[in-house]
């Protein structure tokens, strides 16, 4: 194989994982969320594997497309929903439930005639202010559906957590009482639909949002779901395990340098191994010096900048390293978590961002 660098994808861990979602949240019926190629894990293969869950949920057309073209026949839930006239209408072809988030959303339904009723999870604003309706306007919003041929009756009812992540953070429970006092409201008036809260932080953390549909995402993939616990604590299985190899080896003496702009010098004389493994496959460039990598089961530090082929690892302190030994920058043995605190970003951000340079290779 030309490439050095694999991401070796395990659909046993990913079906263990899913196992956590129907414990934590027996009750709940799952969509689980596989926008952005699954975090970078191959959407259509997780898919399939997670095929006992009750649908799917991606972020736009073209990914809810490509999931129906091939052959799920569960509920598929496009998280930003439609655009334009057309896009609603390629909703009814596909048979694919939007989020409807805005004006505009309401304004395409009213303006057509679909081929057949879709969807619709009407997402509530209760404090994230990203998508969703207002408090203010969801019984207009309601009204309007509800007299809608263009929709399956009733709408379901959604909204999403800001800070699910932070269990001690009060915010959480606010929302929860705007999410459940605008809906107490609407009851009053209609017979409502479906309740969706929780994503991954949500199920775990609070049992009070569970409700009929869970929207789990990066604890699918292993990655931990909350600021100040690891995923092993909430008993997740690390499900990409990215490796590489060494494709160079030197000795350096005290006062060289090594990398771009010469960031990190040695102090003494050192063994440094060169991984055929860089930013343009994904591993963060902003990583730094220290964070660890795993050669032969044991932790090496990384060494001055990431270039885009390459990183350079300290291998003073093991016994015996040769070319072409793997590596492993994170999964089994490493924590995606650890890597991402040591690079300033999250664990999500770095399964979506290994690219097309490195192969997928599924095993279970
Ligand atoms: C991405 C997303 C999720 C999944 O969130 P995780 O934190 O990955 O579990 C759930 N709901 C919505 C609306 C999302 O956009």
């Known amino acids: 194989m030309s490439s050095y660098s694999v991401a070796s994808i395990d659909l046993s861990a990913v079906r263990h994982n899913f196992k956590r979602v129907k ?3 027996s009750q709940a019926k799952t969509v689980v969320v596989v926008k952005a190629n699954a975090y970078g894990h191959g959407m259509l293969e997780i898919s399939q594997a997670l095929s006992e869950a009750d649908g799917y949920a991606v972020a736009r057309l073209d990914e809810a497309i490509a999931l129906r073209d091939s052959g799920i026949k569960k509920t598929i839930l496009i998280l930003t929903g439609f655009h334009s006239v057309e896009e609603a209408q390629a909703c009814a072809e596909y048979d694919l439930a939007a989020v409807l988030h805005n004006d505009e959303q309401l304004d395409c339904l009213n303006k057509t005639r679909l081929s057949r009723p879709i969807s619709i999870w009407l997402k509530i604003n209760t404090g994230m202010n990203r998508l969703g309706i207002d408090v203010g306007s969801l019984a207009h919003f309601s009204r309007e559906l509800t007299l809608s041929e ?4 009733p709408v379901k009812l959604m909204t999403h957590l ?13 929302q929860i009482a705007v999410f459940d006092k605008a809906i107490k409201g609407l009851s009053e008036q209609n017979p409502i639909g479906e309740q ?13 949002v569970q409700r009929d549909w869970v929207r789990p995402g990066i604890m699918l993939y292993g990655g931990n779901p909350f600021c100040d616990k690891t ?12 490796r590489s190899k060494v494709i160079a080896l030197r000795t350096i003496q005290k006062g060289q340098s090594v990398g771009y702009g010469a960031s990190w010098t040695a102090t003494k004389t050192c063994r440094i191994a060169t991984l055929g493994i860089g930013y343009g496959d994904g591993y963060p460039r902003h990583a730094k010096t220290g964070t660890p990598v795993l050669i032969s089961g044991q932790r090496v530090p990384l060494v001055g900048r990431v270039s885009m082929d390459s990183i350079n690892v300290d291998v003073t302190e093991l016994d015996s390293v040769e070319v072409m030994d ?24 770095l399964m979506c961002g290994v690219t097309d340079r490195v192969p997928r290779v599924y095993a279970e």
């Open 23 to 25: 414990q934590a949240a």
């Open 150 to 153: 263009n929709i399956c009756q």
């Open 162 to 174: 800001a800070c699910a992540d932070d269990m001690s953070n009060a915010a959480t429970e606010d």
């Open 196 to 208: 969706s809260i929780a994503n991954s932080a949500g199920l775990l953390g609070w049992s009070s």
């Open 231 to 242: 995923a092993a604590d909430v008993e997740l299985e690390p499900v990409m395990t990215l």
């Open 326 to 349: 793997e590596a492993i920058l994170w999964g089994k043995g490493l924590p995606i978590d650890e890597i991402a605190n040591s690079s300033s970003t999250i664990s999500y951000d």
